[in-house]
């Protein structure tokens, strides 16, 4: 079997971008959605970077994602819009109401844009992350197909639910959180399932409640709605898993009802006969300038004073190092650029499929 192959980051975005280009996507959105997902690689997230160029050329493919972004912009206001994406490429539905949202905070201080039918729109944390570089803080959170059971429950209802949050410092690194309301998400047992490892116990248990880990059937079970992830604290209250239960209703509530859009089971992919459906995913997004508040330098200068602080805490025994959000990613990026993106076997036969289905040529060195 060949080993894990270390890709340069140049060529896994070139080749992205003649994926989504060759699937009829403009280029400037091609270019667009190959950022995010490069991105994510370069951040360590495998879930979200080329990993899951599979997963967009397949819904393409199946007519459940179009290629072809319309963003209607259904109502506005100086500080707030609402933006029907018409089932597009959801990573630029969401750059641009990025975008709006930070225009809107430029000059009035804050701004706040809801989306409907929209779809997967990449990481979370990219979006803030695109406020962060602007001296602004920013927030972005999306409902996805249901995965999650609710406390007490075994039923997948909610969906992943991330909440991305960004600010910047006077640190190499901005603040970033970045992370899903469920203990995993999907795309971290598919990761898993393609190095063939088991999934950890207590990350997703089955419609009795017993806990899965064989990530071939967790995928096939999920599928069917024969199991669910639990949320962040697990099963229960007593570790607090109605707290992750409740950060992932807000982010329903903010990504369906604040849009006019659909939820929860809606969400599946599926009309009522079966057929299947575009997602229609909401999203939202909130961006705050800085500069309305305080100066931008003494904001970075408070912020990285928090962030040096707990940093500077007592270390527990065994560990030498604290971390904040965002730091782990800005090493990630750095040995990432130096020795490039890992694709194992099974992900390289995913890449030489699309490869040769498109006919593209220039990278059979690497898959």
């Not at 912009?73 to 709006?100: C, F, S, W």
């Not at 599928?223 to 099963?235: D, I, M, S, V």
């Amino acid at each position: 079997m060949v080993e894990t192959m270390y890709v340069p980051v140049e060529m896994i975005q070139s080749f992205m971008m003649e994926v989504f280009q060759a699937l009829g996507v403009p280029e400037e959105d091609a270019r667009i959605c190959a950022d995010v997902l490069i991105t994510s690689d370069l951040r360590g997230i495998e879930s979200h970077g080329v990993g899951r160029l599979k997963y967009y050329y397949d819904r393409i493919k199946a007519g459940v994602q179009f290629t072809q972004t319309r963003f209607e912009v259904v109502k506005e206001t100086e500080t707030t819009a609402l933006v029907d994406g018409h089932h597009g490429m959801g990573h630029v539905i969401a750059y641009r109401a990025m975008r709006m949202a930070m225009d809107k905070a430029r000059r009035y201080g804050l701004g706040a844009v809801a989306v409907r039918n929209s779809s997967h729109f990449g990481i979370a944390g990219y979006y803030p992350l695109m406020a962060a570089r602007e001296g602004m803080i920013g927030l972005a959170v999306t409902n996805a197909r249901p995965a999650v059971a609710p406390t007490f429950s075994t039923e997948p209802m909610l969906g992943t639910n991330p909440i991305g949050f960004a600010a910047p410092t006077d640190l190499p690194y901005p603040f970033c959180f970045d992370a899903a309301t469920p203990i995993t998400q999907r795309g971290k047992i598919e990761v898993l399932a393609r190095a063939e490892k088991p999934v950890p116990a207590g990350w997703v248990i089955d419609e009795q409640g017993d806990p899965l880990t064989d990530p071939a059937q967790i995928l096939e079970a999920l599928g069917a709605a024969q199991a669910a992830l639990l949320p962040l604290g697990g099963p229960g209250e007593e570790g607090g898993g109605h707290k992750g239960y409740g950060l992932g209703v807000i982010v329903e509530i903010l990504s369906s009802a604040l849009s006019g859009g659909v939820f929860m089971k809606d969400l599946l992919g599926y009309a009522p006969d079966g057929s299947r459906r575009p997602y229609m995913l909401g999203h939202f997004f909130l961006a705050i300038d800085v500069e309305h508040f305080i100066p931008l330098d003494e904001f970075r200068r408070i912020t990285g004073a928090i962030l040096r602080a707990l940093q500077g805490a007592r270390k527990a025994p065994g560990h030498d190092r604290i971390y904040v959000a965002g730091e782990k990613e800005y090493g990630k990026e750095q040995e990432i650029r130096r020795r490039g993106i890992p694709v194992n076997p099974n992900l390289r036969r995913e890449l030489q499929v699309v490869r040769d289905e498109l006919g593209i040529e220039g990278y059979e060195a690497y898959f």
